[in-house]
RNA sequence: GGGGCUGUAGCUCAGUUGGUUAGAGUGCCGGUCUGUCACACCGGAGGCCGCGGGUUCGAGUCCCGUCAGCCCCGCCA
């Protein structure tokens, strides 16, 4: 996109009135300086970031525009004085420009001025653009070609010295998180973040974009909402005319979006704030942003070929790839061949079932562990016998982690078999696995709902570990057939998406024989090993829909109170529907880089769910709490 | 709610077995310097060692508690 800036522009330093000391935000279509001219149009003042105080972005400066006379605004980015001659590193948006002050071209005050500029500070210049002599180009910088001779400086406004750097220096760390977040308003000068802020903006015009162009409608939801079934705890807002009565944030637009199915709107989409109080992650904000798509007479087919379109032009906006049609795997297919509902497919490794051959042999856990229904599982690393005993403990230390009681292996070298799994091989044992001299085997004994995650584990750890090459880049992959119900834990029955997803039609019979194998039409997108998000078609018959909710605990009244609004919706015809949802601070992470969703979102919230550069939350005075009829319990804070 | 890591100058970090006056780089302040781009050089200021308590003749260092940030489990799609 930047690449469409070309040279030519405005050469029009002379008929830019200088808009001395009024406010900066006036319109710039009615500042004096540039009436009477030809208007610029929205492109061109997007290539030359044009206004009435600035003729062109520093960035945008090139050999092209040498012998111009400019006016240029900016952040002092780092300042290098020489005695006779200073040089500064301006920054704004668009770029860094190197403006130079020397007695030979700029005049006297700018060359006072120049030596007590700090760091940050706003400054106003007017001067020529030059090339730079030979020897003292910078092939490094986008304009180092050129310099801007400074004719005249002016500090439009003077900064504090930063308390956290904007520059960093090639071998300086980011400062503390706690800083950065603190100070957000320094760390949002640097490049990486506004880059990437820059990529999310892109990313989510591309969506508009493209449901638009299907004839998606984009509704606005409700903020101040019902409590909303997802599961998570709600954020609640005290009603001050109904005192005692609350609204919560929407956990997802989930029901408003079936609801406006039923409305026959046929076809929506919304980038919607959706907000969880529950405890944050790395890859979890209490408040997050999602891309919601819904349609009407949709079945599976139709939503899977819209979202990869989506993706394709996602990553192609975002510089990556989506090749569609997608891979799909069935969630069974996934947790058998991977031990996990988000597989990462940059690498082709898999879980293999090894109980035929080794539950045969002479060894407690394994035969106790098919005895007992389980299955001996395993993952068969070739070259894997070159990691260390340390390795292979930190490999087990995750499946650990991951619920296992603890992962048995076996180096195969020089024609025989060592380690605690090993030591139990019989001659033909590596054989009949297909593991050769140089190999490692990993293996798991038990049922599966144990043995699938400290597999999952394993098998990521052991990749990390033997630093396998992934045999592709970008992995994308649908995983279909989630089952409708998990196990509550207490015998109870508990919705393993949400309760509103279809179930498959060759299942609908098992509904209250065998629910927990009831397939449902519902599916996750899955890129490189991170959900991004899921849907399903949903359940449009009202009496079906009481009966999942009777399913899942629910009583009459409950279903009443709950989902009242959504059955009575249900009743007035509800077409056939279904829908996905993708996080939309996810996807940015995974295609335009970051460690943590922290550096996609411009103001995020610490691990504790606070804004440290707002100071949010806070207590509020207890008149204002005596308002909406609330009373704070002991050591429950308050005050003001 | 639980576990782990971190907290020392504005920032990034070092600080030995518990031992005299807590260091470095960078930034900041002052000075020299006309082609730098991590400018260079000279000089200077800057410390509640997160906070509270304890052990000890003596604590940045050991112990307990607490606060904050990060990572993880629980929780949450």
């Given at each position: 996109m930047h690449d469409e800036w070309g040279p030519g522009g405005y050469r029009s330093a002379g008929a830019w009135t200088r808009p001395g000391h009024g406010p900066p935000f006036r319109a710039t279509p009615s500042t004096p300086g540039i009436r009477g001219r030809e208007t610029p149009s929205i492109m061109t003042e997007r290539r030359t970031d044009a206004t009435g105080w600035r003729s062109r972005g520093l960035g945008t400066v090139t050999i092209g525009q040498a012998g111009d006379e400019l006016r240029l605004c900016g952040w002092v980015h780092r300042r290098r004085d020489l005695g006779g001659l200073v040089f500064l590193d301006l920054r704004d948006r668009s770029g860094i420009l190197q403006a130079s002050v020397g007695p030979d071209w700029s005049g006297e005050e700018a060359v006072a001025s120049a030596g007590s500029l700090g760091a940050e500070d706003v400054v106003l210049v007017e001067g020529v653009v030059v090339p730079r002599p030979d020897d003292a180009r910078n092939p490094d910088m986008a304009t180092g070609e050129v310099e801007f001779q400074v004719r005249s400086l002016e500090r439009l406004n003077r900064a504090e010295t930063p308390v956290i750097p904007v520059y960093l220096s090639p071998e300086e760390e980011l400062p503390s998180e706690e800083l950065r977040l603190r100070h957000r308003v320094l760390d949002l000068r640097r490049v990486e973040l506004q880059s990437r802020l820059a990529s999310r903006h892109r990313m989510i015009l591309a969506m508009r974009n493209y449901f638009d162009g299907l004839g998606f409608v984009e509704v606005e939801t409700p903020i101040l909402t019902k409590p909303t079934p997802e599961g998570a705890r709600d954020f609640l807002v005290p009603s001050r005319v109904h005192p005692g009565e609350f609204f919560a944030l929407p956990q997802s637009p989930q029901i408003y979006k079936q609801i406006l199915m039923v409305a026959g709107f046929d076809r929506y989409f919304q980038i919607a704030r959706c907000f969880r109080d529950e405890d944050l992650r790395a890859d979890r904000q209490p408040e997050f942003t999602q891309i919601d798509v819904e349609a009407s007479f949709v079945e599976e087919e139709d939503i899977y070929r819209w979202m990869e379109g989506c993706m394709a032009d996602v990553a192609r906006v975002m510089g990556g790839t989506a090749e569609t049609p997608f891979p799909r795997l069935t969630h069974a297919e996934a947790m058998e061949r991977f031990g996990i509902d988000r597989p990462d497919l940059r690498f082709d490794l898999e879980v293999r079932d090894f109980t035929p051959v080794l539950g045969a042999l002479d060894s407690n856990i394994l035969q106790g562990a098919v005895e007992a229904g389980g299955r001996i599982r395993g993952i068969h690393l070739p070259?894997?016998?070159?990691?260390?005993r340390r390795q292979i403990e930190a490999i087990e230390a995750k499946a650990k982690g991951a619920g296992a009681p603890g992962l048995l292996w076996s180096k195969i070298q020089e024609g025989s078999a060592s380690g605690p799994l090993g030591r139990?091989?019989?001659?033909d044992t590596s054989a009949a696995l297909g593991a050769r001299d140089g190999d490692l085997l990993l293996v798991a004994a038990g049922p599966d709902n144990v043995t699938s995650p400290a597999l999952a584990a394993a098998r990521m750890a052991a990749i990390e570990s033997l630093e396998l090459a992934p045999v592709r880049d970008h992995a994308w992959l649908w995983v279909t057939e989630f089952p409708v119900f998990e196990d509550g834990g207490d015998g109870s029955l508990a919705a393993n998406h949400h309760p509103f997803v279809q179930p498959h039609p060759d299942d609908l019979?098992?509904?209250?024989?065998?629910?927990?194998s009831v397939r449902g039409q519902a599916y996750d997108l899955v890129y490189n090993g991170t959900e991004l998000g899921s849907g399903s078609i949903r359940v449009h018959d009202a009496g079906l829909q009481r009966r999942i909710l009777g399913m899942l605990g629910l009583s009459e009244a409950e279903i009443d109170l709950k989902f009242g609004f959504l059955l009575e919706a249900l009743k007035a015809g509800a077409p056939p529907h279904g829908g996905i949802a993708l996080g939309v601070d996810r996807l940015v992470v995974r295609?335009?880089?970051?460690?943590?969703l922290r550096d996609a979102i411009a103001f995020p919230k610490t691990t504790a769910a606070r804004a440290l550069f707002e100071g949010a939350p806070s207590p509020v005075p207890p008149v204002e709490l005596a308002d909406l009829g609330i009373q704070l319990m002991k050591g429950g804070g308050g005050g003001g």
């Open positions: 070259g894997g016998a070159s990691l260390s139990f091989f019989q001659e019979h098992l509904l209250e024989s065998d629910p927990l295609l335009a880089g970051g460690a943590s």
